[in-house]
């Protein structure tokens, strides 16, 4: 059985930084494409940040030069480093893998 278990959710004021983690089991996150999505209240969900098997990188042009996706073998996690954050990243993010299988979602939240 395939499980996505985010945490690293939390307010934190505009220019502050965030570190969601995404651990898995039923997978392992080095074969697959993984990703971050987010959704705002009353907007459709967005694609983040995406790491395929091979490295490759792919961020939404909003986040692009402050958001940063990586993953660590040993410990089957994927990560997503959020600088320099603005109200308007406020969302529910939420874990990707390839063959569609979803995290529950992490609440983030850039307030003063």
């Known amino acids: 059985q395939v499980q996505l278990v985010e945490s690293g959710g939390g307010l934190v004021q505009p220019g502050g930084s965030l570190r969601l983690s995404c651990a898995a089991s039923g997978i392992t996150v080095s074969w697959r494409t993984m990703g971050w999505y987010r959704q705002a209240p009353g907007k459709e969900r967005e694609m983040v940040a995406q790491l395929s098997s091979g490295g490759s990188t792919t961020y939404g042009g909003s986040v692009k030069g402050r958001f940063t996706i990586s993953r660590d073998h040993a410990k089957n996690t994927v990560y997503l480093q959020m600088n320099s954050l603005k109200p308007e990243d406020t969302a529910v993010y939420y874990c990707?893998?390839?063959?569609?299988?979803w995290g529950q979602g992490t609440q983030v939240t850039v307030s003063s």
């Open positions: 990707y893998s390839s063959g569609s299988y």
